[in-house]
Each structure stands twice: as C-alpha cells, then as structure tokens.
C-alpha cells in the first residue's frame, strides 16, 4: 500500500502532464473506457492497477470529454468500490480519484462499525430511502470488515447475522410511530422494513397536505368573510343613524326590545333581573327562570326584604300602637274623658285626693 499511496497523486495537471504526447483527438470516450478493467476494491494490487489505466484514459482523452470519462469509469465499479462513490458527489476525475484512494487506505475496525450501526438514528427531515442506504452501506462495511479480519470461517452465517442486526438498528433507529408500525408486521429482511416505512411515510405526507389544504380554505374564508362583516356593520350603523352603544336594553328587567321608560315588567321581574346582576348570571331570555331569594327578615325563600308580608304586619301594628297612644295624650292634656282602656285604679285616685285636700305650707304660714 506504500508503494499505491506514493504512486497516487490527486493533481489532474501531474496526471494528464505526464508520459508519451498522445492524438487526444483520435482517442474516443469508448475507446478509452475499453483500457479500464473491471474494479471491485478489494485488493490492495488491483487499486494500483485501477488507477493507472484511469490516469492513462485521462492523458489521451480529449479535455473537453473528460466529465464524460469519468461518468464512465463510474460503470466500471463493483461491490466495495462502488458503495464507496455511491453517496459523494463526483464531478472532476481529481474528485473521483480522490474517493478511490480513500476507499483503499480506509481500514475501519469491526467494533467501531458496530458502534456505528446501535448509535445511527434517523435524523429530523431525512426520508426513509436515505436512511434505508445509509444503513445498507454500513451493512456492507460490517461485512466486509468481517471477513477481512479473518475471525470467522463461514461466510454465510455472518452474513446472516449482521443483515438481521441491521434490521434490528434499522428499525430502531426510526421515530417512534415507524417503529410501532414495523414491529408489529415484523419484516423478515431489510426490504421488507423499507416497504412498509415508504408505505407509512406516503400516508403522513398525504395526511400532512390534506391538512394544510383544509387549513388554507378556512383561512381563505376567514378573511373573505371578515371584509364583508365589517361592511354590513357600516351599513346598518348609517341606516340606522344610532350608535351601537343605544341598543343595551332596559336596565330594569334586561330585554333589549325596549327602554326602561316603556318597561311593563312585573316586580318580581325587575327583583329577579337586579338579583341576577348581583351574582353575575344576567339572563337575557324570554323565559326567565325564578331565582332562589331569602328574605333577610324572616328567613324564608321566595321573597325580598322590601316585600316581606310578615315585615309589613309587624310595621302596620306599631304604627296602630303609636297612634292610640298619641290620642290619650291629646285626651288627657284637653280635659276629655278618659279612655276606658286607661282607667285609673283606686290607689291612684285616693293618692289624689289627698293631695288636693292637705293645705299648702304658703296657708299655713298665714
């Protein structure tokens, strides 16, 4: 490998400067294609002979054709070689030199890719076919890493066991509503996973745009209808020629179809409509339900304190009790007979007489 790596050299002017001068313009792209051999990446000697058919197509191709030469040196690849151009962007020959060379000094230990495979996940905003040939490409890195290191005999058993533990992180690297869907029709390989996440992937994306599509018309709708809103809102308010502030309603019994100067609402109506404001539950129906009403006065449900009967009979008899005694006052001060009701007892008259018999001290003096 020391001796391909010091050969090796990714400056195109070196590569194309070098050797015999050539008639670039006799030499066709087919016939230049023709000198390269077939490569799969898995010799060290064969990279080294790889490349220099390639630096020699370079040299006597046309300049104007190499970009064609290089999409077909990219037909000539197989197996390793291949899965290591197949993600990178190959648009010069130093480009695709360049990934080559990589390909062969590149010596990965098996437990870092094994490492690799539990910890790949799906990343936001990648499809599921990118994720499927990202993990395809490191199932065919661990492979061949396996073989290569020479710790295993059987070839197919290995193969079996790292497809079915590329399965296994495949699925378990997807978000949670794939993963769900693929262990429970548990795949038999990886392409059968790839089905049935490219099937799950086409719903969402088709529930995704039926969503945005609904969401636009009722956002269309909104605002074609908020225009036309506000234009009647105009209109009726010139047509009128009031204010929106005039239409409140009454305030006595809470309807709107008349003020309070033209209220016949009852007084049980107005009483429940102020009781009502009171609690912050005004009731604009025209079946208005009775409210629950305790009288502070007697305790009792059903009435107010202003209309309490037993409030009014007490009242009315202390009214009749002070007016009967104002009139034995105005009676006994005028002189008039006494009233029945208030007629003295013997004691009080005896008591009397008395005192208008014994002379006063000024007689006796004289």
């Known amino acids: 490998m020391d001796g391909t790596q010091a050969s090796v050299s990714t400056d195109d002017s070196s590569q194309v ?52 030469l290089v999409q077909g040196m990219t037909v000539k690849l197989s197996g390793r070689a291949l899965r290591a151009i197949r993600y990178k962007e190959i648009e010069t020959y130093r ?8 390909m062969s000094d590149k010596k990965k230990l098996l437990p870092q890719l094994q490492m690799k ?33 020479g710790d295993y005999i059987n070839g197919e058993d290995i193969d079996k066991l790292l497809r079915n533990q ?5 699925i378990s690297g997807m978000p949670e509503s794939y993963r769900i869907l693929l262990k429970a029709r548990g795949p038999k390989n990886l392409r059968e996973a ?22 636009n018309k009722k956002n269309s709708k909104d605002q074609q209808s908020q225009p036309s809103k506000a234009n009647h809102t105009v209109f009726k308010q010139k047509d009128s020629g009031k204010s929106s502030s005039i239409s409140k309603g009454c305030f006595k019994c809470g309807r709107t179809n008349h003020f309070a100067r033209e209220c016949r609402a009852s007084s049980w109506d107005q009483e429940r409509f102020k009781s009502s404001q009171q609690n912050g539950q005004q009731n604009n129906s025209k079946t208005p339900t009775k409210a629950v009403l305790v009288c502070r006065y007697c305790k009792k449900e059903g009435h107010e304190l202003e209309v309490c ?13 002070g007016k009967e005694a104002s009139t034995e006052q105005q009676n006994a001060g005028n ?5 029945p009701s208030s007629a003295r007892s013997v004691q009080q008259i005896q008591s009397a007489v008395l005192s208008l018999q014994r002379p006063s001290t000024s007689q006796q003096d004289l």
Do not use: W
């Open 17 to 68: 400067g070098s050797g015999p001068n050539v008639n670039r313009s006799s030499t066709s792209v087919e016939q230049a294609l023709r000198l390269l051999p077939v490569f799969d990446g898995t010799s060290s000697e064969e990279v080294h002979r790889f490349l220099r058919a390639c630096d020699f197509a370079v040299r006597i191709i046309d300049p104007g054709q190499i970009s064609l």
């Open 309 to 321: 009967r037993k409030r009014q009979y007490v009242n009315s008899k202390r009214q009749q009790g």
């Open 194 to 215: 790839l089905a049935y996440a490219l099937e799950e992937e086409t719903e969402e994306n088709l529930a995704k745009e039926t969503q945005q599509l609904f969401s």
């Open 335 to 339: 002189g008039g007979e006494p009233n």
């Open 117 to 149: 495979m539990l910890t790949c996940k799906m990343s936001s905003g990648e499809g599921v076919q990118d994720y499927h040939d990202k993990m395809e490409q490191l199932m065919h890195d661990l492979i061949d890493a396996a073989m290569e290191s």
């Open 95 to 102: 480009d695709f030199r360049k990934a080559i060379v990589e």
């Open 166 to 170: 590329i399965l296994n992180a495949f």
